[in-house]
């Protein structure tokens, strides 16, 4: 008899993001005719850099001759992407991180998802809420939750609320947890959190010996001089986090797929015996275990968006979903709408009219504006009320979406 991880039973019929697209088909099906403009997943519309394709034509042909050919590549990722990153998303920032610190991955949702796996059962996670519903999912899969009560929150998880009240800022708890997950820029809400208010999660987690783990990947649309792009900013913060990147929403790898993690030497966990053990020594032997590295070709292409014209064209990519956020959040104000984020983030957390239910409000943005965006419920009780909209789309179609909204929710 084989039988099943039961914890996976414990979460919900289906993952957010499969009900949104099984209510699309449905739809569809039923409207063959219908222009469904899509601003619900975050995925990128535009081409990846030029000089991106360049570096990955490139190593394809290097692929292709005996004497350049690749096999096999470090688990941890080549040094040539490891040592640009660190030179130019750390050290240029007066930022503490070296090379042999970063491991390069196949993406961030893969690594926020993979490192739970080096952490003990009995730990206690800390997860605001609303909350991207991999760093939830992925623990309840562990076995490290209790199971779905009748509010919505998972037994043995403390949540942490982030309502309008408190900026969509989570507050440090009032008890002892071991396990941290934040995310600034946030997504859901496309808000971020300060330098002092990290500072003071900083000091919890080093009073608590609590690693927090920090999810950056959308760093580079940071517009505001005074909000952290990376954790390691904060004094103390390489005694207690690990931070997660992404090139997915930077210069449009959600296709090809890099990211990588950063685990400072100095950061330990706990053993039974209560002995100090370095988690950087733990991830690499779960990556040379379960994982054969980021393809080369992918890794010359990351490494391009280093130079002087890929930054240039990164930073146009990033202004030009910037520009969409903009002309979002714009339009929902025009009507009347509540809204929050777009400005350090491509997500716009609009608040639903007259406390429509977000589900409710999704099928009327579907069905009458035959527009998709994401229900704030489907990331956590907290987002109840809210709804999610991103600046991922095409100029156009960000357009006509929001004339489109307008139309049916004028107020």
Known sequence: MAYINDNYQKLPGSYLFSEIAKRIKTYQTQNPAAKIIRLGIGDVT????KVCIDAMKHAVDEMGDVKTF???GPEQGYEFLREKIADYNYKQRGINVEADEIFISDGSKCDCGNIQEIFGLNNKIAIADPVYPVYLDTNVMAGRTGDLQADGHFEGVVYLP???ENNFAPAIPNEHVDMIYLCSPNNPTGT??????????????KANDAIILYDAA?????????????????????????EFRSFSKTAGFTGTRCGYVVIPRELTGK???????????????RQTTKFNGTAYI???GAEAIYSE???NQVHGLVNYYMENAKIIRDGLKDIGLTAYGGVNAPYIWLQTPKDMPSWTFFDKLLNEANVVGTPGAGFGPCGEGYFRLTAFGDRSNTIEAMERIKMQLQL
């Open 218 to 242: 959308y760093a580079a649309y940071i517009t505001e001089d005074d909000v952290p792009r990376s954790i390691y900013e904060v004094e103390g913060a390489r005694d207690c986090a690990i």
């Open 192 to 205: 971020t959190i300060s330098k002092s208010d990290l500072k003071r999660w900083v000091d919890y987690a």
């Open 70 to 72: 690749r096999g096999y």
């Open 46 to 49: 535009q081409p990846l850099p």
């Open 309 to 311: 014209d890929g930054q």
């Open 298 to 300: 992918v890794q010359r």
């Open 271 to 285: 053993n039974k015996n209560g002995d100090d053990v370095p988690l950087k020594n733990l991830w690499l032997r």
């Open 162 to 164: 982030c309502t309008a």
